[in-house]
């Protein structure tokens, strides 16, 4: 068991270690996403690699949950609330971005980025549910 101190900034980054990991992949996901031309492969590229990145930041979310981490006062939770919000969180963006790669197949859509948003979108929900300070709500949305 270890215990986080928040207000040491290594400690409270170890602490966001998966919020971080899914905030970068998606930014540089995003950049790969639209600076290449449209298309139904590199939709469906997107889409395969934004899964991959969920399932990256589900293994980190599982290490830490069953690392039983626990923190002091501070602006996030450190608790397996968290943690279990965050597993069925992931869960649903892997669901919604397989659904949506199979509906731009079958529509015809091109454009990539709704992956990456999805991905986005969930580091928000995810920092929503770590906040113990209303601030950290306030970056969440």
Known sequence: MRTFNLAV???LTAALLPDL???GGAMALLLWAVWRRESAAHQRSVGVLSIGLCVATLIAVVLMMFDRNAAT???IAVDNFRWMADIIILLGTIGAIALGIDDN???G???AETHVLLLLASSGMM???AA???MIVFLGI
């Open 9 to 11: 900034p290594s400690q």
């Open 21 to 23: 990991l899914l905030i």
């Open 73 to 75: 006062d501070g602006p």
């Open 105 to 107: 197949d079958r529509s």
């Open 109 to 111: 859509t091109t454009t």
């Open 127 to 129: 920092l929503m549910v």
């Open 132 to 134: 113990r300070d209303l």
